[in-house]
């Protein structure tokens, strides 16, 4: 296309935004607008795409990292013939696939969802990554950031990781329309307070004026013949460009122009105009099928082993026979055991530093290529990624993570390095499987299992080393549980998982000598939960004592609920959890003095079958 | 001190930490090391405190945002004749104050909890801001952070915070000891690199070697000489100086030393140096107690008026009357309506830009400061802030925390602006209180409320309008809650917050139509509960059905299980929560999707009473 034609389709993106946000009577047109040259010219010039086949592993990647100009992303999608116009004025109503913010739950061409701000760099890192080293794909990726999400950390976590690793394939296309939400951001129109930035972190950088189109060309061609650097485009633009009334003013943001008819006069009226997008790279498919026999490690009966071991060692195996599992770790993988497939598989084994957000983002690009990643970091810190779980799970990402050091368990080191939240933040995930397992082989199948589901898959693990209580063959699925403990006489049942299995098995083993039968339920998939299991238990032995190494909010003792909540009788209930802030102390004086070890169990389990309240 | 004495306060540090993980058997012996002649030219030249009088408001401020390095502080504390050697050895055990991580719950000279990385800086940035721009106090701020934790995203939110802000009175000191956990950091000894990067976000720099004092001591004065930025002491170390079998070596983090007894005699033994702190500057006090009548702002019954507005205009009240009270933002104060305290009492308002993180730290130190600050942004986006406030709880920070656009009532922007996962999410920090009011009156009392309590509050607000439902002077008390409908005929109570009471409302009045009499409680203090309250609903009714605009794991009805998991019997219960993933539409038609109206509650109340199974 010449100038006057890029112009004109820069304009067709601005009217079909303005068209799509007064039909639905919400959305971002003037985001939308500032942005729209860029757009315009990187869909007819520079992005390479076959939207009839969006898994084509040679199609370049296009990230809308200000996710609110989805406007102006469903009129991309429109000029380049993949949605109709029809379509496009469905935005924002019940059913369409033209969210307010786009998700390729809903359509092909979307790689991850946005709308939570400064998420799209970090997961274009990853898409980058895989495509580098990974695809060995020449396809490249362009994310269109906003100038406002640049005040994010996650931002320079992604800048850090990009410059560090190469990314030349990498593009960030940053809209400086200098008005965020509110107001003014922190830098406005000053180019260069951006450019020194990404230049820190050792970017290529090009400034440019974002309405002026061949500039706007040049600069893509110049970031497409950068070598060794990702390259941030910094385009100066105006918001709501185009239109006089609302331009570059403050109070618009968020909302359809006052008043749309005139402006799409304003704006030169409805266009036709189709581009013919280029084709896609020639590609290679992506990974082979898996190979050989899984040969996972085994143990003997009573050995001691710690469920982080038996990660690093399960993954490492699967990682033998599935050359599409790769793993991730936030620099603490002598801690979360992920060096035993770093050193197994050092070629699909990614180093994040201690980047949390970065570790996630990089795990949801690389699923969006087909690859199974496993993130792992101390469960604690993934509680810094919580917003990544949260869109990837809007996104429907398929992703593995693996938190460790669970629990007041770990002992000396004190509550910072505790997991004690992460069950309530994972399982308030949509869509998502927690898994919590207490011995070395339960743990080397569910990382096996995890591999083959769907959403968000989190796998809790311990730091201290436990008994292996299961043979090698036994097999443990998602959403089952196995009944440790069980005869006719059972009085109670305890429901423990992790580290607390160990202490339910204990204190079952007292309270049978003193008469007492006890069932002892090892809940390992705490969602989804063994409903039949905990039902079977209830009508059986009419009380659950529940028991886990957590916060008593959001965990293993509202897990069980689910078997309850539909109107049946619900059985009398004890819930064993931390309820005060630990210090530092050995692992089994904070199982003591957290109430949750195998004394505690016993003292409550002989109140609940008295029938007392138990305090 | 002379050249030579600062030396050897160096060498003492290096041996009381060396002594203090060798009696806990672990610890960061190694990760002191490297730090100790910074900590040693700080205490002894550059440090303004009064260990006697923590609370002094004109004592400097010193975060050890490298939280495992904690045996370095604690040694200095000892230099300082602030705890004695007896307590030093007490490290890591249990009972002791010198907790693995160092946490202002057990040591009044410890600003906030670390341990997690890449925190001590934004919340010095926090401490900074309260410094200059409410206390106007001379003190300083001297954050020491690690090397490897300049990975986190966070450290560059704060790095532009407090470049924009101009914070001359915060300085951090990086001890670039190029080791992290696993093995090198990114950059190891290229202190440049670390340089561009400060110096891209408007910070001074000085790079120094770090074991040469006399230079140490040179970039101290140059940073406290630097005005109008905030400084970086990037220093050059070795991990593990001064031991030779582990100096600069891998695979030793966080591990006591081999052979503890000849590091010490390699260190030169055991000293007893004792340093004589400077004095704190002249302060004022730091804010006045409240003066006047809170004059709250008044609706009228069955006026339609949002919680956020609500929120927004009793902070503003509030403000007035309380000069303790700031407000901090996330750029969105026009939607959260923060705007309205911004407007009223703009030298007490911050802009945080959209840097969550920076948010909640920045919250928490002007917390330890004495001010009571209120962080307000999208409840879904306080998700990217989830590991700051499980930190601000570990340090038994009191900080209110306030989400608004909570639920899929928010209509057509789409699940990446829901909130629907912040109840669980705060509901699992230890000691938090979660507040989610259905009207403006209500709302209003909480907000005030929320400022006498302790720990983190968590207050959750709504976008759209609803009717007002409670007179001015009622009063609501946390833990409590309102019985709105209620007879002696009750078959079911249902329990609802927020937007879903109204849709409860709703329904009791169709049911009552059907003859079916339905108790409605308004559980606005979704923790602490109000157990009494729903003990004698369930005595009274049976059974009991949750309605909750949130993901139905962590939230409304998990939470009303606090009131029956003691051992007694537990009413029948039904849930309705968002299960599904939802797209966009309007708010009306969200709650229908969900199954959280009063359509729903009344179909799912029907069955509860025919004693039926509700799917």
Known sequence: MDTAELTDLGQQLRVDSVRAAAAAGSGHPTSSMSAADLMAVLLAHHLRYDFDRPAHPGNDRLVLSK????????????????????????????????????????????????????????????????????????????????????????????????????????????????LGQRGPTRHGHDLDAYARRFQAFDWHTV???????????????????TRGQPTAI????????????????EGL??????DAEAAIAELGGIRGLRVRVHEPADARLLHSVPTGRLDLPRWEEGEEVATRDAYGKALAALGTVREDVVAL????????????????????????????????????????????????????FLTRAHDFVRMASVGGAGINLVGSHAGVAIGQDGPSQMGL??????????????????????TARLVTAMAGLDGIRYLRT?????????????????????????????RVTVVAAGVTVHEALRAADALAGEGIA???????????????VLRRAAEETGCLLTVEDHHEEGGLGDAVLDAFTDGRPVPRLVRLAVRTMPGSASPREQLHAAGIDADAIAVSARLLVEHAVVP
């Open 67 to 178: 996710g609110h100009a989805s406007p102006l992303l469903y009129a991309a999608y429109k000029a380049a013939g993949a949605i109709g116009d029809d379509e496009l004025l469905t935005f924002r109503t019940l059913g369409s696939r033209l969210e307010g913010h786009p998700t390729p739950r809903r359509l092909p061409w979307v790689e991850t969802a946005t709308g939570s701000l400064g998420q799209g760099l970090p997961v274009g890192v990853g898409i980058a990554l895989a495509a580098l080293r990974l695809d060995r794909s020449a396809a490249r990726v362009w994310v269109l950031c906003g100038d406002s999400e640049l005040a994010e950390g996650s931002v320079w976590e992604a800048a850090e990781h990009a410059g560090h690793e190469h990314l030349d394939n990498l593009v960030a296309i940053v809209d400086v329309n200098r």
């Open 462 to 490: 311990s730091r201290g080393a436990g008994p292996v209580l299961y043979g090698p063959d036994e097999e443990f699925p998602v959403g089952g549980s196995k009944v440790l403990r069980s005869s006719g006489r059972d």
């Open 518 to 532: 006890v069932r002892v339920v090892d809940l390992y998939s705490v969602k989804p939960v063994d409903r039949a």
């Open 207 to 225: 400034r440019v004026d974002g309405h002026d189109v061949d500039a706007v060309d040049r600069a893509c061609a110049e970031a497409l013949s």
């Open 253 to 258: 943001h968020g909302k359809p122009l006052p």
């Open 329 to 380: 770790d936030g620099e603490v993988s002598d801690s979360t055991r992920a060096e035993y497939f770093a050193k197994a598989h050092p070629e699909r084994f990614f180093e994040c530093y201690i980047a949390e957000q970065q570790l996630v983002a990089a795990a949801v690009g690389m699923a969006t290529r087909g690859w199974v990643p496993y993130a792992s970091t101390f469960a604690a």
């Open 421 to 442: 939240e992460d069950l309530a933040m994972f399982r308030a995930v949509h869509g998502s499987t927690v898994l919590y397992p207490c011995d070395a082989h339960q």
């Open 234 to 249: 910094l385009a100066r633009t105006i918001k709501g460009k185009g239109v006089a009334s609302v331009q570059d003013r």
